[in-house]
């Protein structure tokens, strides 16, 4: 078998070629790279582009571990902050959940995710690292041999074609890696029947807690990201355009929904981002085709009801680097054969709760405003009603929504 270290002799080869500079690829290549195994990484987009795309923010104390433990949590430890308590709202009041004095008493920390990219980034690139922006996988051939390619375009829309002898799918959901998977492949994939209006604004968070909002007409969710930025999600009618609604009718919806009036004045500012998303949650079974694996949103995506998916990156990253390690230096294909399995374990975990709070905070779409199917909205109203009551009122409850929510 080639050895790891012959690849650095051909032309557009490595021993490990990443699809993918995200939270998942750049995690993994930095893991690689201190291991001593010569990767390269192959981005679709400008860099400018992947360390302005806003998106995540709490990384679950797991997470922070793992970066802390390889030396890549130098920013989040200076400019993340720590956050700890989720604030319900309904007609009935709201009430707080201090989750960091519940369960394993652990806490997020708020560090938005194109921060972290932008340090991943950097300290990959400061040791060496290769990362080929504007390149564009199109497909993964010959997975199930010991030198499989990726067939690119890069920025001047020239034909190009990587070999590898393992090929990490760290591309995201609609990736190169998931269209090239084998028939065998299995999929599941849940359309939750909910769309929402994910803004971010350029206003300073209005509670110093994670506000969720169950509200008559519809979901409205709140999270600090800094001191200055703060993401709102407004449930919608799936088919609205981001732009259909103004900034003035954005901010009214939020005041109404998060009981402004009765629970005090929401802070605003310009909207910034606005964007749709449809509540969707799928898993790829396994997660190893061969010489292709896959890690991150092209393993699994989730709902982000539950702050999952960058957590979720990370940690794949870090059993996947373990096990390319293993099998490219030690010569133990043994970890390789397990990277499917450990994986599945914390998805579907992390699918199962996340589930739960797309349960929790919004109507099930096939209820709707009369006959039969309104008895049946009403049944599934006073359902939430009850689990939040829970959520308030029973210790277990609390340690269970503390335990799952933070960890994985
Ligand atoms: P990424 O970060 O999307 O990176 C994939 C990279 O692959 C590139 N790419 C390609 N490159 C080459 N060739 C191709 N053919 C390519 N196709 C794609 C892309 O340009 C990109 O750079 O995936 P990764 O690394 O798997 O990381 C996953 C996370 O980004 C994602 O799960 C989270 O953002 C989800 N998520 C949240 N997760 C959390 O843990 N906590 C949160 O608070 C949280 N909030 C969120 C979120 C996702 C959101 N969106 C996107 C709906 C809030 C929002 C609004």
């Known amino acids: 078998m080639t050895n790891h270290q012959d690849f650095r002799k051909e032309r557009d080869s490595a021993a490990v070629v990443i699809l993918g500079a995200g939270v998942a690829g750049l995690t993994l290549g930095n893991l690689l790279q201190a291991a001593g195994v010569e990767c ?3 981005e679709r987009a400008t860099r400018d582009h992947v360390q302005t795309r806003a998106r995540a923010g709490f990384l679950a104390p797991g997470t922070v571990r793992v970066l802390e433990r390889h030396g890549l949590a ?3 430890r200076r400019r993340g902050l720590p956050h700890g308590t989720c604030e319900f709202r309904t007609a009935d009041g709201a009430f707080r959940l201090d989750y960091s004095r519940l369960g394993r008493r652990e806490q997020h920390t708020v560090y938005p995710q194109q921060d ?3 340090d991943l980034l950097g300290h990959f690139l400061d040791g060496g690292g290769e990362v080929r922006f504007e390149t564009t996988a199109l497909g993964v051939e010959e997975t199930d ?4 390619t990726v067939t690119v375009r890069d920025a001047e829309d020239r034909p190009g074609r990587w ?7 760290c591309d995201g959901r609609h990736g190169a890696a998931r269209d090239s998977l084998p028939p065998t492949a299995r999929r599941h994939r849940r359309d939750h029947g909910v769309t929402w209006l994910g803004l971010l604004a350029e206003a300073p968070p209005s509670l110093d807690a994670v506000g969720y909002a169950l509200h008559e007409r519809g979901f409205a969710g709140h999270m600090a990201r800094t001191p200055e930025v703060t993401r709102y999600y407004l449930q919608c009618e799936r088919g609205l355009a981001a732009d259909a609604w103004s900034e003035e009718r954005i901010w009214d919806e939020l005041d109404e929904r998060l009981y402004a009036p009765k629970l005090g004045p929401l802070l605003r500012g310009p909207i910034v981002q606005r964007g749709i998303i449809a509540l969707e949650s799928d898993v790829v079974e396994p997660l190893r085709h061969g010489s292709l694996l ?3 949103d092209a393993a699994g995506l989730l709902s982000p009801t539950a702050a999952k998916g960058a957590n979720l990156a990370v940690l794949e990253a870090e059993l996947l680097a373990e096990a390319l390690v293993e099998d490219l230096v030690h010569g133990d294909p043994g970890p390789l054969e397990r990277y499917s399995q450990r994986c599945l374990r914390n998805i579907w975990r992390a699918q199962e709760f996340s589930h739960w709070m797309v349960q929790l905070l919004h109507a099930p779409s096939e209820s709707g405003a009369s006959g039969a199917s309104g008895e049946e909205a009403s049944y599934h109203a006073a359902l939430r009603a009850s689990r939040i009551e829970a959520l308030r009122t029973s210790r277990p409850h609390q340690d ?4 799952n929510y933070l960890g994985l």
């Open 400 to 403: 269970w929504f503390a335990e």
């Open 294 to 296: 896959l890690a991150g």
């Open 145 to 148: 041999g010991p030198r499989p």
């Open 74 to 76: 130098d920013g989040l």
């Open 163 to 169: 070999r590898a002898r393992y090929v990490a799918g």
């Open 40 to 42: 390269v990484v192959l």
């Open 116 to 118: 972290l990219v932008t």
